[in-house]
Nanobody, 121 residues
């Protein structure tokens, strides 16, 4: 069973930065991709970005100029570096793991518990 644990969320002022981490409990080499999603109250879960085993990353258009995804396979950890944060980035951020390099939440089999990111104006 793969368990994912996010950390690094918190309160930050607009324009600030945060780095989220997602640690996997076991080797995820057999899983092709890991991803980040976010959800704010009253909204559907939104794709943020994904990265495959070889490090090829893709971020949603709304964040790609500000967010960067990376992973350290030796540490079974994925990161989301978020810069120039905006109040509209406020959400619970989830990491997920999938056998598919995908932007669709339904393709992800394993999910973390989420970490809250709040950006104040």
């Amino acid at each position: 069973q793969v368990q994912l644990v996010e950390s690094g969320g918190g309160l930050v002022q607009a324009g600030g930065s945060l780095r989220l981490s997602c640690a996997a409990s076991e080797r995820t080499f057999w899983l092709n991709a890991m991803g980040w999603f976010r959800q704010s109250p009253g909204k559907e879960r939104e794709f943020v970005g994904t990265i495959n085993w070889s490090g090829s990353a893709y971020c949603a258009g709304s964040v790609k100029e500000r967010f960067t995804i990376s992973r350290d396979n030796a540490k079974n950890t994925m990161y989301l570096q978020m810069n120039s944060l905006k109040p509209e980035d406020t959400a619970v951020y989830y990491c997920a793991a999938s056998s598919y390099y995908s932007t669709e939440a339904s393709d992800y089999n394993y999910w973390g518990q989420g970490t809250q990111v709040t950006v104040s104006s």
